[in-house]
Every structure is written in C-alpha cells, then in structure tokens.
C-alpha cells in the first residue's frame, strides 16, 4: 500500500511563505495526477491546487491563484506546494492527494485514491 508523506508545515506570519512536499513512498508509484486540498476548522475539504503528472498542467482555486504554486520532481515521485504571500484565511490542514484514475477534472475530492495524513499551516496577523 502506497503512502504518501507531506512535510514542511508549520507557525508563519501573513505574508510569508512555507513549501509543503508530498512523497509516495513507493517510486515505481504512477498516478494520473496529485493534489493539494486543505480543510479548516468546521469547514468542508476544498481544493487548493492539481497537478496531472503527464504533460505537467496545473490548476488552481481562485482565491490561491498567484501566490501558490504546484510543482514536482519526477525522480522523487514528490510533488511540492510552494505557499507565497500566506494569509490567515490559509490557515488549515493540508492534504496531498493521489489519483490513479483519469478523469477530465481533480478538483473534488472524491476519487482520489490515497491521502497523505495532512499537516497543518498556520498563519497569524
């Protein structure tokens, strides 16, 4: 069973910056696309940021747009969120997701098929 590892939250002030990394543990691992979602407190998972690991296309929720960026590193099975200009609205747990399955759109959730354990980013005023 595939596992996917994220790292690099943490405590930052509105306007800096954090890099989240994801992982597969295994690098023969093969998806059709990773993810980025985040889930506040009382609030529903919503979806930051995919990337389809063939062709490299991005997408992005609107209000993450110019200040975040989805990257990855093909020898490292690894997948990066490069978090600009954070704001408290931000804050959250991450999840990085993986999809082995094609499908026209990864913006929700469901038919993902691993998640990491998620980690949390906290921004203050």
């Known amino acids: 069973q595939v596992q996917l590892v994220e790292s690099g939250g943490g405590l930052v002030q509105a306007g800096g910056s954090l890099r989240l990394s994801c992982a597969a543990s295994?690098?023969?691992?093969?998806?059709?696309?990773m993810a980025w979602f985040r889930q506040a407190p009382g609030k529903e998972r919503e979806f930051v940021a995919a990337?389809?690991?063939?062709?490299?296309?991005?997408a992005y929720t609107d209000s993450v747009k110019e200040r975040f960026t989805i990257s990855r590193d093909n020898a490292k099975n690894t997948v990066y969120l490069q978090m600009n200009s954070l704001k408290p609205e931000d804050t959250a747990v991450y999840y990085c997701?993986?999809?082995?399955?094609?499908?026209?759109?990864?913006?929700?959730?469901?038919?993902?098929?691993?998640w990491g354990q998620g980690t949390q980013v906290t921004v203050s005023s």
């Open positions: 990337l389809r690991w063939s062709g490299g296309i991005t």
């Open positions: 997701a993986a999809d082995q399955h094609y499908r026209d759109n990864y913006n929700g959730p469901e038919g993902y098929d691993y």
């Open positions: 295994d690098r023969t691992f093969r998806c059709y696309a």
